[in-house]
């Protein structure tokens, strides 16, 4: 299984980003998806997950300004990131639980991961 993420790149204050990662390979089905970043000197942590029926979550910090969603048939999953500021800087991964054959336990993969850069 593989996750591409591409989307990055550099944004001013208040400015607007949307990701996209794509899985590939053989699965059975792919469960949760979701959005992690790591700042520079800081842990990964979690930015928006989605459901494989569509219920989302987000922590406070990006709650109102970002955006997770999916494609089902095409195994990709977005983020839009609306009013972007400083804090947002960060190189961010996409991450999915994966079900590669029916009865086996899932487990997560994750892209190479794609930087975002909020500066003016």
């Known amino acids: 299984v593989q996750l591409v993420e591409s989307g990055g790149g550099l944004v001013q204050p208040g400015g607007s980003l949307r990701l996209s990662c794509a899985a590939s390979?053989?699965?059975?089905?792919?469960?949760?998806m979701g959005w992690y970043r790591q700042a520079p000197g800081k842990q990964r942590e979690l930015v928006a997950t989605?459901?494989?029926?569509?219920?989302?979550d987000y922590p406070d910090s990006v709650k109102g300004r970002f955006t997770i969603s999916r494609d089902n048939a095409k195994n990709t999953v977005y983020l839009q990131m609306n009013n972007l500021n400083v804090e947002d800087t960060a190189v961010y991964y996409c991450?999915?639980?994966?079900?590669?054959?029916?009865?086996?336990?899932?487990?997560?993969?994750w892209g190479q991961g794609t930087l975002v850069t909020v500066s003016s």
């Open positions: 989605i459901s494989s029926g569509g219920t989302t």
């Open positions: 991450n999915a639980d994966v079900l590669i054959r029916y009865r086996d336990p899932s487990r997560p993969y």
């Open positions: 390979g053989r699965f059975f089905r792919i469960n949760t």
